[in-house]
Nanobody, 129 residues
């Protein structure tokens, strides 16, 4: 059973930056898609980005690539999300998640929340204008 524990979020002003982390434990294989998702007011949970633990291939959701950067520390089993140029519309709950999968050669993870089985507890990000 994979267990994900997220760092605290934070509050920043418009244009600020935050870095979220997500520590994983209970790995049974080296092949997971790990992703970041968010719930902002008025919208359903949406994907931000995902990364494959075996090789590091990355997939960003449309419109997320310019200001968000996903990365991982494989040895520390930790996932990161660097968020720059934050806007008030980015305010919401951010979640890390994982799914056990073996991708084909060159394949990338998707960012569909319904496909992910393991979830962190969520962390609040607030961006003030």
């Amino acid at each position: 059973q994979l267990h994900l524990v997220q760092s605290e979020g934070g509050s920043v002003q418009n244009g600020g930056s935050l870095r979220l982390s997500c520590a994983a434990s209970g790995y049974t294989t080296s092949r997971y898609c790990m992703g970041w998702f968010r719930e902002v007011p008025g919208k359903e949970r949406e994907g931000v980005a995902a990364i494959y633990t075996d090789g590091g291939r990355i997939k960003y959701a449309d419109s997320m690539k310019d200001r968000f950067t996903i990365s991982q520390d494989i040895d520390a089993h930790t996932l990161f999300l660097q968020m720059d140029g934050l806007k008030p519309d980015d305010t919401g709950m951010y979640y890390c998640a994982a799914r056990k999968v073996r991708l084909p050669s060159g394949g990338t993870c998707n960012t569909h929340p319904d496909d992910y089985a393991y979830w962190g507890q969520g962390t609040q990000v607030t961006v003030s204008s």
